[in-house]
Nanobody, 123 residues
Framework: QVHLVESGGGLVQAGGSLRLSCAAS????????IAWFRQAPGKEREFVAS????????AYADSVKGRFTVSRDYAENTVYLQMNSLKPEDTAVYYC????????????????WGQGTQVTVSS
């Protein structure tokens, strides 16, 4: 069992930055892929970024490429999502997830989820 807790969301103006954290307890991330997804009101949950815990391989959605950076901290057993140049369309609840049984970009593939953190970008 892995328990995930996200933090770092908030209200920011367009062009600003936020850093989200995803801390794991229980089992460690081990060799898992850890992914960030987001869901805006009335929209489907969508892939944002992912990182492999062991090798550090990363992947990003086209909509955030060049603006967001995903990283990991072994000592803290935490994954971060640094979000720069935020846009109003980035407004959503952001979730981290791990232990996928399928394509890393599909939210349905993940077994463990955090509770989500709200990110609101004002224009």
């Amino acid at each position: 069992q892995v328990h995930l807790v996200e933090s770092g969301g908030g209200l920011v103006q367009a062009g600003g930055s936020l850093r989200l954290s995803c801390a794991a307890s229980g089992r460690t991330f081990s060799s898992y892929v850890i992914a960030w997804f987001r869901q805006a009101p009335g929209k489907e949950r969508e892939f944002v970024a992912s990182i492999s815990w062991g090798y550090g391989n990363t992947a990003y959605a086209d909509s955030v490429k060049g603006r967001f950076t995903v990283s990991r901290d072994y000592a803290e057993n935490t994954v971060y999502l640094q979000m720069n140049s935020l846009k109003p369309e980035d407004t959503a609840v952001y979730y981290c997830a791990t232990d996928n049984r399928g394509n890393y970009y599909l939210w349905t593939a993940y077994r463990y989820w955090g509770q989500g953190t709200q990110v609101t970008v004002s224009s």
